[in-house]
């Protein structure tokens, strides 16, 4: 299994980017887990999560601002930010369970920079 994350790039304050996080391989053996960001010189931190049960939970700091939807068709995890700020500017990564072994998937990270 292979998750390939994109659509990062540099933005404006109150912009908007959408990311995407496309699984190949088996996919049928993997269940999202959400978004993870590192911004320079920061640990990596949770942006939004799903849980086994479906439910979602944002960070407080996206809340209201970010989105994540799916496209089982396409295999598909997006994250809509909206209203960008520059403290959003990270690395981010999708992320990724086996559905049956819990083993963890990580995208290869997709850059957004928010300039003030």
């Known amino acids: 299994v292979q998750l390939q994350a994109s659509g990062g790039g540099l933005v404006q304050a109150g912009g908007s980017l959408r990311l995407s996080c496309a699984a190949s391989?088996?996919?049928?053996?993997?269940?999202?887990r959400g978004w993870y960001r590192q911004a320079p010189g920061k640990q990596r931190e949770l942006v939004v999560f799903?849980?086994?049960?479906?439910?979602?939970t944002y960070a407080d700091s996206v809340k209201g601002r970010f989105t994540i939807s799916r496209d089982n068709a396409k295999n598909t995890v997006y994250l809509q930010m909206n209203n960008l700020k520059p403290e959003d500017t990270a690395v981010y990564y999708c992320?990724?369970?086996?559905?049956?072994?819990?083993?963890?998937?990580w995208g290869q990270g997709t850059l957004v920079t928010v300039s003030s």
């Open positions: 799903i849980s086994s049960g479906g439910t979602i």
């Open positions: 391989g088996s996919t049928f053996s993997i269940t999202p």
């Open positions: 992320h990724a369970v086996g559905t049956s072994t819990g083993y963890p998937y």
